[in-house]
C-alpha cells in the first residue's frame, strides 16, 4: 500500500489548509482512512478518522468544528480542510489506511504542518 500525502505547509493561526492522500498498490479497499498527526516530544495521536462501510467518522476533541476529514472514491483520494488553525495544530501529519478486516495501519512519509 502506497500513500502520497500533500498540501502541508506554513500558515498563520486563523488561517486553513487542505490535506490530501492518495492511496493505491492495495488488494483490499481500505475498511478505515484518516489522519495522524505528532508534534515534537508528543505521541502521535488519531486526527480524523472515517470507516468506509457504515460511514462512521471520529474527529479528536481538539479539532472538531475546525475540521473536516472526506473522501474522494473515484480517485481513492481522502482529504483533511483544516479551518481556524492554531499554533498547537502545528505538527506532522500523517495518513492512514486500514484494509481486509486487519488492525494494522499503513502509514504515509508525513506532511508538515506549521501555525504560527
Known amino acids: 500500500v502506497q500513500l502520497v500525502e500533500s498540501g502541508g505547509g506554513s500558515v498563520q493561526a486563523g488561517g486553513s489548509l487542505k490535506l490530501s492522500c492518495a492511496a493505491s498498490g492495495y488488494t483490499y479497499s481500505p475498511d478505515c482512512m484518516g489522519w495522524f498527526r505528532q508534534a515534537p516530544g508528543k505521541e502521535r495521536e488519531r486526527v480524523a478518522t472515517f470507516y468506509t462501510l457504515g460511514g462512521v467518522t471520529y474527529y479528536a476533541d481538539s479539532v472538531k468544528g475546525r475540521f473536516t476529514i472526506s473522501r474522494d472514491n473515484a480517485k481513492n483520494t481522502v482529504h483533511l480542510q483544516m479551518n481556524s488553525l492554531k499554533s498547537e495544530d502545528t505538527a506532522l501529519y500523517y495518513c492512514?489506511?486500514?484494509?481486509?478486516?486487519?488492525?494494522?495501519?499503513?502509514w504515509g512519509q508525513g506532511t508538515q504542518v506549521t501555525v504560527s
Open positions: 492512514a489506511t486500514r484494509h481486509g478486516g486487519s488492525s494494522s495501519w499503513y
